[in-house]
């Protein structure tokens, strides 16, 4: 009698869910295609069913964990309608995500100029995500400035990539507070010290 066969969603999400384990603990280049066939329980043969290759695996994996984020993002910012305060949450987010997500904060620590995160970056269905993103981003900081919640000098072109490269300083973390204090604390330092640099100057101090 011939065994039923795994449903093809099925076996692709759990090869995903190892794989995202994997390329979190030991990076890209240290992650093995057999160790997670083994941990997946599937055939070498069956992985290559799903995915052609390393690459696309981990490509997928990336997507998955962005899509995840995105969900948890949106969820965080429901209902928020200030520019200012939703600057705020989204960089407290980023924070929180980086310390929780172990396969992004080893994607920034493992080679973070590495090829094979320039080419899933130069997709061109990322580069058109990125442009929407960016444009999205600007469109808040103006909706800000136009509110009289952010500062009217801000080059809207740049801040997005200023705020954006904000989160290469998690990777630095106990080296900068050498254990002198708490992670969580200085990340709240970081985004205080970021939304100081944005907020439009209260009419007393203008005054």
Known sequence: MTPPTEPTDTRRARILAVARRHFGRHGYRRTVLDEI???AGCAK???YLEFPGKKELFFAVLDDVNAEVGRRFMDALAGVTSPAAWLRTGLEFTFETLEREPLLARLLADEPDMPILREYAALERKRADAAAGVQR???????GIACGELRPDLDVDVVPFVLAGL???????DLITAGLIDRRRYFAGLVDLAMAALLAPSKESAS
């Open 37 to 39: 066939a083994g941990e």
């Open 167 to 173: 989160k290469f300083l998690h990777l630095h973390a």
């Open 45 to 47: 043969g069956s992985l």
């Open 137 to 143: 981003f600007r469109d808040l900081l103006r909706q």
